[in-house]
């Protein structure tokens, strides 16, 4: 699998999980320095999507976006990145982010079991823009790859997804 940033091709470090089946539990620690997994999304409709770093304004942006939109639909949402849980949580009570969860990559690295993290480019190590609906029950229904890093993804599709789940 691969995306781009700025232009150039960059090789993410393993496969997507498949559409239809349960998401992998990926484990995560959250901005309290608590530990979560995807597990405890079950018996929600969920919109779990990675970033490179909340420190960027794509992602910032994105993480607005899914907040607000989120929130509407009553959707839960978790930004998964490998930036410190202390700056998800400076970001997210800055910005009023309260319909998202941000969580953190660094103990763990289960990020890889999703496929996601990024090789070979001046953000390896890193992960990829990439959206994840899940329905209540943990199965995957739908997968967006941001083609290129520097944009925000489509949010229609995402959204008409979860309205369907719903």
Do not use: W
């Amino acid at each position: 699998m691969t995306t781009k940033f700025k232009g150039t091709e960059v090789h993410l470090n393993g496969h997507l999980p498949a559409i239809g089946q349960a998401m992998p539990n990926v484990r995560f620690v959250n901005s309290d320095l608590s530990e979560g997994d995807i597990a405890g999304l079950k018996g929600k409709v969920a919109v779990l999507f990675s970033v490179p770093s909340v420190d960027t304004g794509v992602c910032a942006a994105e993480t607005r976006a899914f907040n607000k939109h989120l929130s509407d639909l009553g959707a839960a949402g978790v930004a998964l990145s490998a930036d410190l849980p202390f700056a998800l949580k400076r970001f997210c009570e800055a910005e009023g982010i309260a319909n998202v969860k941000g969580v953190s990559d660094f103990r763990f690295r289960d990020a890889d079991k999703l496929g996601v993290r990024l090789q070979g480019s001046p953000l390896a190590g890193l992960l990829a823009r990439v959206v994840f609906v899940i329905d209540k029950e943990g199965v995957l229904r739908y997968t967006q790859v941001v083609p290129e890093i520097t944009t925000e993804p489509d949010y229609d599709p995402v959204l008409a997804e979860v309205k369907k789940l719903l």
